[in-house]
């Protein structure tokens, strides 16, 4: 066993602003997240990761997907789908982050099993409460896998 080594989750973030990648993990270091961070900028980019790991069992699979709905070539909506379909990244914690308050949106977050569903907000105070959802859902991930 390495008990002195600090696990490191791996994220997926799939996002094309620079700012929210800026601010997601300036709220995941205030949260003292331990992670590993893979930046997507566009949808297809992601959905070609999710095959990847569909098609290649040593390629790793995400701890946790944050994930922006609004996205270049493919949106988040087909990534979400995507990975609910997938073998090996079905249960994948997926943090809608969004700055979507539509009905439809939330809907359809909650039928293909969106761990959470967190809005941008334009307060900085308001972003950081992020890093603290990722941390929880990452603690609660890493306390099942240790009972089983």
Not at 2 to 19: F, K, M, S, T, W
Not at 44 to 49: D, G, L, P, S, T
Not at 119 to 133: A, E, F, H, S
């Amino acid at each position: 066993m390495n008990e002195g080594r600090i696990h490191q989750d791996l994220i997926l973030l799939a996002e094309d602003n620079p700012v929210d990648v800026m601010l997601i993990q300036r709220s995941l270091v205030e949260h003292a997240v331990e992670h590993t961070m893979l930046t997507m900028e566009d949808g297809q980019q992601a959905i070609e990761y999710i095959d990847r790991i569909e098609a290649d069992e040593t390629e790793a699979v995400p701890d946790l997907l944050l994930l922006d709905l609004n996205l270049p070539s493919c949106d988040g909506r087909e990534i979400l789908a995507r990975v609910r379909r997938s073998v090996r990244s079905y249960s994948t914690p997926v943090v809608i982050v969004t700055s979507s308050n539509s009905d439809e949106d939330r809907e359809m977050a909650r039928r293909l099993r969106a761990t959470d569903y967190f809005l941008k907000v334009p307060d900085l105070d308001g972003y950081m409460k992020l890093g603290g959802i990722v941390k929880q859902i990452l603690s609660s991930r890493s306390s099942l896998g240790a009972s089983m």
